[in-house]
C-alpha cells in the first residue's frame, strides 16, 4: 500500500501540466455528456414503461418518478464509472506516454505505441468486466442491502478487484514485455482508484489519476525514482 499511496502522490502532482489537463478537460466533457444522456434515457425509458405496461397500471407515476430516481442515484456511481473508464480508456496512450515522457524517458523510448483500436477494445474490456464483475456481485449486493453499510463496501471491494486489473491494462499495453503487477500492488491501484470515485469532485479526477498512478507503480518497481 506504501508504493501506491506514493504513486498517488505522484499522480497529483502529474494534474497541473499542460498536457495531462487537456486530456483531462477534453475526457471530462465527453464523460459527462454521456453520463448524462445515458441517464436522461433510462428515467425517460422507465416512465415510458410505467406508462404503457398494462402490469403496471395502477401505480403512481409521481411515486414511481422519486423511486426511479433513487434507483438512478443509487447506480449513479457505478454508471459514472463506467462511463469514465471507458472514456479515459480511449485517451489512455496519450495519458500514459505524457507520464511516461516526463518521469521515465528512457522506459518511453522502449514503449510501443498503442493505437485507438487498441484503446478501444482495452475500453470496451474494462466495460466488459464491470457489467460482468457487478451482475455476478448483484446477489450479494442485495443481500446486504439489509446492513446498510454492506452493500457499498462490497460494491468497493468489487470494483477496487475491476479498477486495478483495468488500469494495470492500459500501462502494460505499452509494454508488453513486462510482467502482470503483483496481486497487492494490483489491489491498492484499484482500491485508491476505485475510493477516489466516491468522493465528489474528486471522482471527476479519478480515471486521470488512476491511469498516472498505474505508470508510476509500473516503473516504480523496476527502481526508478522520481
Known amino acids: 500500500m506504501a508504493h501506491a499511496v506514493h504513486a498517488l502522490l505522484l499522480a497529483l502532482r502529474d494534474l497541473p501540466h499542460p498536457r495531462v ?4 478537460v477534453q475526457s471530462l466533457i465527453l464523460t459527462l455528456l454521456i453520463f448524462t444522456a445515458t441517464g436522461a434515457a433510462v428515467v425517460y ?13 395502477g401505480v403512481e407515476l409521481d411515486m414511481a418518478g422519486v423511486l ?12 459514472f464509472r463506467a462511463v469514465a473508464i471507458v ?5 489512455a496512450d ?23 483500436r487498441q484503446n ?42 475491476l479498477l486495478g486489473r483495468d488500469l494495470e491494462a492500459m ?30 469532485v474528486a471522482n471527476l479526477l479519478a480515471p486521470i489519476i488512476g491511469a498516472a498512478m498505474a505508470v508510476h507503480l509500473l516503473h516504480l518497481r523496476d527502481g526508478n525514482r522520481t
Open 21 to 24: 489537463l487537456r486530456i483531462l
Open 171 to 200: 500501462v502494460l499495453a505499452r509494454h508488453p514485455d513486462q510482467p502482470r503487477f503483483a496481486r497487492p500492488v494490483r489491489w491498492s491501484l484499484g482500491l485508491l482508484s476505485a475510493a477516489s470515485f466516491v468522493v465528489p
Open 120 to 161: 478501444l477494445g482495452l475500453a470496451l474490456a474494462s466495460l466488459s468486466r464491470l457489467i460482468a464483475g457487478n451482475v455476478v456481485a448483484l446477489p450479494v449486493y442485495l443481500v446486504l442491502l439489509v446492513t446498510g453499510i454492506g452493500t457499498p463496501l462490497f460494491a468497493l471491494f468489487v470494483n477496487a478487484l
Open 87 to 91: 472514456v479515459v480508456g480511449l485517451f
Open 94 to 116: 496519450s495519458i500514459v506516454a505524457d507520464v511516461e515522457g516526463r518521469h521515465y524517458p528512457a522506459a518511453a523510448a522502449r514503449a510501443i505505441d498503442v493505437g485507438w
Open 68 to 79: 426511479i430516481l433513487l434507483v438512478v442515484i443509487a447506480g449513479s456511481w457505478l454508471l
Open 45 to 57: 425509458g422507465a416512465r415510458w414503461a410505467l406508462g404503457h405496461w398494462r402490469w403496471l397500471d
